[in-house]
């Protein structure tokens, strides 16, 4: 009788549970954790090349080479063609549903092509997915309803892109979001962003100008490998919540070369977004760029991979922010401010851990979340206010891995600056001033 060996399969299936659980385990840790090394140390006086380990391949161009080819296959809709008027009067809202479902359903590529006219749209969403390729180009205006009353079906978005893959909006026009009417009445509470991009892949949004939204002007929300560039994005600098660009769950976003002045954060990013990079951006007026709110209503939130290098502030009543919530949790990590100009901004650095944006006064929580590994390196320029280095941080969950090189700010009109450090653990490389004492 043949010597019988004993089955490995139960061991394999133990392994593999095992292996499993252990990687469910991370994930509810920290879901952006694995976007970036862990770096959960700062070594005073290194080098801080592999502080940022930004995923360049998926921001690489290789994503958007087939936005712009030109196939020879490659079919044209112009909205013209399906009955927009194009007067600024008439409601052009059917007809760019009607050249939008042409251009979606006919397969390969197709360009829709929106001439130099005013085009007048109610709320409308461009739904996918599609079977085709998609390059938008707006050459003319698109201009929102000024009536509260015809975005009652939706009270949160003027044009929405859902779910389309591999999409450019391009072509030099201008999207007016009519916002007036809304900022007079400062509630936070219907209305409308002028653009929103929600789970969209591959998304390449370039050379527009966006101005005077209701509220948010271009959000980017549950999207993927999204590269924005040469944006114009304008709004009185009084005007209520009208954030130029908002980041929300988005991975792999790069925002460059372009000019934000709006009445609150030139760039937001929010919870669940992680490898996002900007680069070459003017800023104000304006609240400057922020990282948050984060962990309002004691939520879990998590920001991660975050660059910004190279960027003018003026006049904004701050610079490089983050701000989070007490009594929330999770963590904003992994953050680099780079070669950045503030001129005649009232806080230039800031992290505030004890942020309350609500008129009742916020209670004494004693969870927070957790900021570590943020390195400001070469920033230069002047600040309206007496402190332009700012680290309000939590006593329980204080800001780890602070690292200041290079730092050269003064008061508006060559006074000495000061620093507000609290709850913070950083070093200093080379010139820094104002240092923390």
């Not at 043949?2 to 133990?14: E, G, H, Y």
């Not at 958007?64 to 009955?83: C, H, M, P």
């Not at 809202?93 to 050249?99: I, M, T, V």
């Not at 709006?262 to 669940?272: A, L, W």
């Amino acid at each position: 009788m043949a010597l019988q060996r004993p089955s490995l399969l139960p061991f394999f299936f133990i392994v593999i549970s095992f292996v499993a659980c252990y990687c469910t385990g991370l994930q509810q840790e920290d879901p952006l954790s694995l976007t970036v090394d862990d770096l959960s140390s700062v070594d005073d006086g290194g080098t801080f090349k592999n502080l940022i380990k930004q995923s360049t391949d998926v921001l690489s161009l290789k994503s958007f080479d087939k936005l712009g080819s030109k196939a020879s296959s490659l079919k044209t809709v112009n909205v013209i063609d399906y009955g927009a008027k194009g007067d600024g009067r008439t409601d052009d809202s059917e007809a760019f549903e009607k050249a939008w479902e042409v251009a979606c359903s006919s397969g390969g590529s197709v360009k829709l092509v929106v001439p130099e006219n005013r085009y007048l749209l109610m709320p409308i969403r461009f739904s996918g997915p599609c079977k085709s390729t998609i390059s938008i180009q707006i050459s003319g205006t698109l201009e929102a309803s000024a009536d509260p009353s015809d975005y009652s079906k939706d009270r949160n978005h003027w044009i929405i892109f859902d779910s389309v893959e591999s999409l450019s909006v391009q072509g030099g026009g201008t999207i007016n979001g009519n916002g007036n009417i809304w900022w007079e009445n400062s509630c936070k509470r219907n209305k409308n962003n002028a653009v929103t991009f929600y789970k969209c892949t591959d998304l390449l949004v370039q050379d527009l100008t966006i101005t005077n939204s209701q509220q948010i002007h271009v959000s980017f929300q549950d999207s993927t490998n999204v590269k924005v560039s040469g944006l114009t994005v304008t709004a009185p600098g009084n005007s209520p919540n009208t954030d130029g660009i908002h980041v929300t769950n988005t991975q792999n976003i790069q925002i460059s070369s372009s000019v934000i002045g709006t009445g609150d954060d030139c760039i937001s990013i929010v919870s669940g977004s992680g490898n996002v990079q900007a680069t070459d951006i003017t800023c104000g007026p304006g609240h400057g760029i922020s990282i948050g709110s984060l962990g309002r209503g004691q939520s879990k939130e998590f920001v991660s991979a975050v660059t910004v290098n190279g960027a003018k502030f003026s006049g904004t009543s701050n610079g490089v922010r983050i701000k989070t919530w007490q009594g929330g949790s999770g963590s904003a990590s992994n953050i680099k401010f780079q070669n950045i100009q503030m001129d005649n901004v009232t806080n230039p650095i800031i992290i505030d851990q004890n942020y309350c944006d609500q008129k009742k006064p916020c209670k004494q929580e004693r969870s927070a979340v957790q900021i570590r590994n943020v390195i400001y390196q070469n920033i230069k320029g002047t600040s309206a206010s007496d402190v332009a280095v700012k680290f309000d941080c939590n006593q329980n969950f204080p800001c780890q891995g602070i690292v200041l090189q290079n730092i050269g700010l003064q008061r508006q009109g060559g006074e000495a600056a000061e620093s507000y450090c609290k709850n913070v653990k950083l070093s200093n490389i080379g010139d820094v001033f104002p240092r923390c004492s």
